[in-house]
């Protein structure tokens, strides 16, 4: 505003003013046009735009399903692009104060999410860091429309806290696959089911009983997938020799029993045995199951049959002849 003989005149403002005051409008039009795009991809069976395995395993940790959750912000960025765009044209106080409000808490939201996807399941999802970038852009336009600096560093602390508040937490390990938890594996005939999984410990008594009777007694069919559960070092390492039993390809039940009846070998622990029986612990803790003997039988694609205790296990394995005989104790 300058002052000539009494008159006000009003200056125009320059283009970089201009530029900087639809910077806010223009970013968060971007952003819902990219999330828009995702819903529509996906509604439509297109897949999405992050090609990444994180996106879809961070997905499946969305309570109401992927979908709703990136509707949510679509709708979000939808209305605060409104949001900016009418605080451009009325310039009122309490509209950048609503504008600030929603920002802040779109702030916390998202770095609660990233959050958890680094500390808690700890996978990355490139889709949901690019939606954090992108807030972070437009909060730095909205500081810049509004001359503040602290609304900036506000934001980025109320980011800050909530991104490093999951770092706080202990949250329970993804359950592997059954496949991941395997130590042994022992193919009877060439068909693909029935697929058995074996859950057991070195200091389980019934364990033990179901091992010799299936040790007397081979399976006559199905694939069979030794799961060991102790994580004690000495166990390990009797575990690690289990790996060089000569009997282990034509018996591998008989191999756990040599193994268990002897002292512990002085020997480096196998990698393998040391994650076959971490994931096989998170699996059974995760599932529900608190003791073993477990037995998991996939007999097709879709339909898996679980048996805990050593009678039903040997009882359901002779009355669906995958044993010829069992021992009784």
């Known amino acids: 505003m300058k002052q000539k003989k009494g008159k006000s005149v009003q200056v125009a403002p320059g283009r970089l003013t201009m530029a900087v005051s639809w910077l806010p409008v223009i970013l968060t039009v971007i952003a819902a046009l990219a999330l828009s795009l995702e819903y529509w991809l996906m ?74 996807q680094r500390f808690g399941i700890q996978e990355a999802c490139l889709l949901c860091y690019a939606v954090g970038a992108a807030l972070l852009l437009i909060l730095l336009a909205f500081g810049a429309v509004r001359k503040s600096v602290a609304t900036v560093l506000m934001g980025v602390a109320v980011w800050s806290a909530a991104f490093a508040s999951q770092s706080m937490l202990a949250f329970p390990e993804r359950t592997p696959d059954l496949r991941e938890t395997v130590l042994v594996t022992h193919r009877v005939d060439e068909a693909t089911y029935p697929q058995l999984y074996y859950f057991f410990s070195l200091h389980c008594p019934f364990c033990t009983h ?120």
């Open 210 to 329: 179901v091992l010799v009777s299936l040790a007397t007694h081979p399976p006559v069919r199905g694939e069979w997938n030794l799961v060991p559960l102790d994580t004690q070092p000495e166990d390990q390492r009797k575990l690690s020799a289990l790996l060089d039993v000569p009997v282990l390809a034509q018996n591998p039940f008989q191999a756990v029993l040599v193994v268990e009846q002897t002292p512990a070998p002085e020997r480096a622990i196998d990698p393998q045995v040391a994650q076959a029986a971490h994931k096989g612990g998170i699996f059974l803790r995760n599932s529900g199951f608190r003791g073993v003997p477990l037995l998991i039988i996939q007999k097709s694609a879709t339909k898996r049959v679980v048996l805990q205790g050593r009678d039903p296990i040997l009882n359901y394995l002779l009355q669906e002849r995958i044993i010829p005989f069992r021992l009784f104790f």
């Open 43 to 116: 509604e439509t069976g297109r897949g999405g735009l992050c090609p990444t395995a994180g996106c879809a395993v961070a997905g499946t940790f969305v309570k109401y399903g992927e979908k709703v959750f990136i509707g949510l912000g679509v709708i979000f960025f939808w209305l605060l692009a409104l949001a900016f765009f009418l605080a451009r044209r009325w310039n009122k106080n309490w509209l950048w104060l609503l504008i600030s409000i929603v920002l802040m808490a779109g702030l916390a939201f998202d770095g609660g999410i990233l959050g958890f």
